[in-house]
């Protein structure tokens, strides 16, 4: 009998660009929650409309991109939990290790910013300046907490469902 060949995933290609802004905030929100769960995705990035691809870095890399030295140091940079929340009541604790992390920790404990960083769980348009929510998001964009691409954006941070342990509390280190 004849082996067959596995089969290989299709690999996802991911633009930033402004006019593919919806598929593209909808894949980090998949992407998010893959990396949540510590499931793999194969797929490959055209990195060039993204300013600060560091603000990514908490997520699964892409498997090959256009700018190979971004990449290389984002697989070298990666693990699980470097940005990551805690919900407890009336408030998020949000940590954030990623490379160039001004803060390291930001609570949200104002009902509408915690109400706006829920609402971005799910790919959402920007509001308009005269919005009420719109100092929220700002926030939030300003802390790297959104993604923004073509006047949508999504929430970075995931919940953790599973406790990221040094490799020196296993006794490996």
Not at 47 to 59: E, G, M, N, Q, Y
Not at 152 to 172: F, S
Request: hydrophobic share 40%; aromatic share 8%; glycine share 6%.
């Amino acid at each position: 009998m004849a082996k067959t060949a596995p089969r290989t995933a299709e690999i996802r290609q991911v633009s930033f660009a402004a006019d593919r802004a919806h598929e593209t905030v909808e894949f980090v929100r998949s992407l998010r929650e893959h990396t949540a769960h510590a499931r793999p995705v194969l797929w490959r990035a055209d990195l060039s409309r993204l300013p600060a691809p560091r603000i990514l870095f908490h997520l699964a890399p892409p498997t090959q991109a256009d700018r190979s030295t971004t990449v290389h140091t984002w697989r070298e940079t990666y693990r699980y939990g470097l940005l990551h929340y805690r919900r407890g009541p009336g408030f998020l604790i949000v940590r954030d290790s990623r490379p160039g992390a001004v803060r390291k920790e930001i609570v949200l404990d104002r009902p509408e910013s915690v109400g706006v960083f829920d609402h971005f769980a799910h790919p959402r348009p920007l509001p308009a300046a005269d919005h009420p929510s719109y100092p929220s998001v700002q926030n939030l964009l300003t802390d790297g907490l959104l993604l923004a691409v073509g006047g949508l954006a999504v929430a970075l941070p995931y919940r953790l469902h599973r406790l990221p342990l040094p490799i020196e509390v296993l006794g490996h280190g």
